[in-house]
């Protein structure tokens, strides 16, 4: 059974951090490239950042500089870590494997003082 495990969400002010995680399971993420996404209240699902299995990476314009994804694959775990955060970062993140149709169920986070 493939699973997505999605942590790290909270609540958290204007301007600061936090490191979010995606550990697979009967899954293999060296495989895949990584995305992170979010669907923020009203809004569509969006692709914030992705990484290649050679570990190249993309960002959305709205998060670049800020944000920041990475990979182990010996834990088989993504990370973004997002930094400067902005009221307009709230949503569920959720993490997906390109190509494999499995998506975590996501962590929300909520940006606000």
């Known amino acids: 059974q493939v699973q997505l495990v999605e942590s790290g969400g909270g609540l958290v002010q204007p301007g600061g951090s936090l490191k979010l995680s995606c550990e697979g399971s009967?899954?293999?993420?060296?495989?895949?490239?990584m995305g992170w996404f979010r669907r923020a209240p009203g809004k569509t699902r969006e692709l914030v950042a992705q990484?290649?299995?050679?570990?190249?990476?993309k960002y959305d314009d709205s998060v670049k500089g800020r944000f920041t994804i990475s990979r182990d694959n010996i834990k088989n775990t993504i990370y973004l870590q997002m930094n400067n955060l902005k009221p307009e970062d709230t949503a569920v993140y959720y993490c997906?494997?390109?190509?494999?149709?499995?998506w975590g169920k996501g962590t929300l986070v909520i940006v606000s003082s």
């Open positions: 009967g899954i293999i993420f060296r495989h895949f490239a």
């Open positions: 990484i290649e299995s050679g570990g190249s990476t």
């Open positions: 997906g494997a390109f190509r494999s149709g499995y």
